[in-house]
Nanobody, 118 residues
Framework: QVQLVESGGGLVQTGGSLRLSCVVS????????MGWFRQAPGKARERVAR???????VYAGSVEGRFTISRDAVKKTTYLQMNSLKPEDTAVYYC????????????WGQGTQVTVSS
């Protein structure tokens, strides 16, 4: 069974940076895409970034140019580098796995809190 464990959240000032990590344990297929999502209090969950099994990436407009998603296949880890953080980036961040590279996420991590102070 695949499990995802996030880490790297915390408190940072406006303009600061954080790097989130998501370690995948268990057997995964070669076509395994990953996404980062976030959910702020009282708001709907939104996809922040996605990386396809082939390495292509896509970002939400609100983070384009500030966030970078990447993956290390050997370490089975997906990263979200977040720069120029803003208070509106405050949320619980989740990584999610798409085992068929189809756009349907079937495995989720427990979430990590990111708080950006003004």
């Amino acid at each position: 069974q695949v499990q995802l464990v996030e880490s790297g959240g915390g408190l940072v000032q406006t303009g600061g940076s954080l790097r989130l990590s998501c370690v995948v344990s268990g057997r995964t297929l070669s076509r395994y895409a990953m996404g980062w999502f976030r959910q702020a209090p009282g708001k709907a969950r939104e996809r922040v970034a996605r990386i396809w099994s082939g390495g292509a990436t896509v970002y939400a407009g609100s983070v384009e140019g500030r966030f970078t998603i990447s993956r290390d296949a050997v370490k089975k880890t997906t990263y979200l580098q977040m720069n120029s953080l803003k208070p509106e980036d405050t949320a619980v961040y989740y990584c999610a796995g798409d085992s068929t590279d189809s756009g349907d996420y079937d495995t989720w991590g427990q979430g990590t809190q990111v708080t950006v102070s003004s």
